[in-house]
């Protein structure tokens, strides 16, 4: 039990860390993307086209924990030297929706971040992504715990005890 609570209050950090960083904030758009955002993020283009192009350092190979027809999908919204404003939604199916959708996309295959699908294919936390993904009240229940303790851990703002990063990719 101690697993999967830190196992989702790990995703909690994270997920409170994406909407304070980009609130406000859109990311520019593809033309031919639908507009559409999403309750836990998004991600650029760079951060995960090594899943989609020359992984490992094979040509042409595909992340084989990744769907192909996702890959493929996600091959035409960020194709080879796209502008790096461009961004994809985590949840591409219910993106402006707060629900356990992302936990099912996992178990399609459809994570779009390296470590987001590492939940799906780890022993440890398949058995929570799979509970997540079939019950939605457990899923919410679970959010609502993880919140309440992270309200409670006391982060630590200041340097050189903290730090709250303005861009998650470069330390302040």
Same mark, same amino acid.
């Given at each position: 039990m101690r697993k999967k609570f830190l196992g989702f209050l790990k995703f909690a950090i994270a997920l409170t860390k994406i909407k304070r960083t980009y609130r406000g904030r859109e990311p520019q758009r593809r033309q031919k993307q639908p507009q559409k955002q999403t309750t836990v993020g998004f991600s650029?283009?760079?951060r995960f086209s090594n899943r989609i192009y020359d992984f490992g350092g094979q040509a042409g190979a595909?992340?084989? /924990?990744?769907?192909?027809? &996702?890959? +493929?999908?996600?091959?035409s919204e960020c194709p080879r030297n796209v502008d790096p404003s461009v961004a994809i939604e #985590?949840?591409?199916?219910?993106?402006?929706?707060?629900?356990?959708? &992302?936990?099912?996309? #996992?178990? #399609?295959?459809?994570?779009?971040? /390296?470590?987001?699908?590492?939940? +799906?294919?780890?022993?440890?936390?398949r058995p929570t992504v799979n509970t997540w993904a079939a019950n939605s009240a457990a899923f919410s229940r679970a959010f609502v715990t993880a919140m309440t303790n992270l309200g409670q851990v006391g982060?630590? /703002?200041?340097a050189p005890l903290g730090n709250i990063r303005r861009d998650c990719s470069v330390l302040n």
């Amino acid at each position: 039990m101690r697993k999967k609570f830190l196992g989702f209050l790990k995703f909690a950090i994270a997920l409170t860390k994406i909407k304070r960083t980009y609130r406000g904030r859109e990311p520019q758009r593809r033309q031919k993307q639908p507009q559409k955002q999403t309750t836990v993020g998004f991600s650029h283009c760079n951060r995960f086209s090594n899943r989609i192009y020359d992984f490992g350092g094979q040509a042409g190979a595909i992340d084989p /924990t990744l769907n192909r027809t &996702y890959a +493929a999908q996600l091959q035409s919204e960020c194709p080879r030297n796209v502008d790096p404003s461009v961004a994809i939604e #985590l949840d591409p199916i219910t993106p402006r929706t707060f629900d356990n959708q &992302y936990f099912r996309n #996992l178990q #399609l295959r459809m994570g779009l971040l /390296t470590s987001d699908q590492t939940l +799906a294919e780890d022993g440890i936390s398949r058995p929570t992504v799979n509970t997540w993904a079939a019950n939605s009240a457990a899923f919410s229940r679970a959010f609502v715990t993880a919140m309440t303790n992270l309200g409670q851990v006391g982060v630590k /703002t200041r340097a050189p005890l903290g730090n709250i990063r303005r861009d998650c990719s470069v330390l302040n």
